[in-house]
């Protein structure tokens, strides 16, 4: 079983940034960061692929959001910048160890608590 906790987040105005940080306890094929507004379905925005280094992000992040990982450190980064209102929900990092589908949530054996990001206009 691998244990995954969430850090970082926290209320921001729209336009600034937040880094989520995503520690694991052990190291996985994939990790990634899903997002769930309130009363909406959990989405994947980006994961990123140990081993290759492959990454993936949502078109509704792409420009403003990076993925990275540090491996020694088994941990995996959400760089937020330009925050918009839309992007409050809460924020859950997930890892499997054999997944196929980068955004699909029934993919992930592992989650996190979950964090929450509230960004205001």
């Not at 379905?41 to 993936?56: D, M, V």
């Not at 992000?57 to 760089?79: C, H, N, P, W």
């Not at 925050?83 to 997944?99: Q, R």
């Amino acid at each position: 079983q691998v244990q995954l906790a969430e850090s970082g987040g926290g209320s921001v105005q729209a336009g600034g940034s937040l880094r989520l940080t995503c520690a694991a306890s052990a190291l996985t094929y994939v990790m990634a960061w899903f997002r769930q507004p309130l009363e909406k379905e959990r989405e994947g925005i980006a994961a990123i692929y140990r081993n290759s280094g492959r990454i993936y992000l949502d078109d509704s992040v792409k420009g403003r959001f990076t993925i990275s990982q540090d491996k020694e450190k088994m941990s995996a980064y959400l760089q937020m910048n330009n925050l918009k209102p839309e992007d409050t929900g809460m924020y859950y990092c997930a890892g499997s160890h054999s997944n196929t589908q980068w955004n699909g949530p029934t993919y992930y054996e592992f989650w996190g608590q979950g964090i929450q990001v509230t960004v205001s206009s």
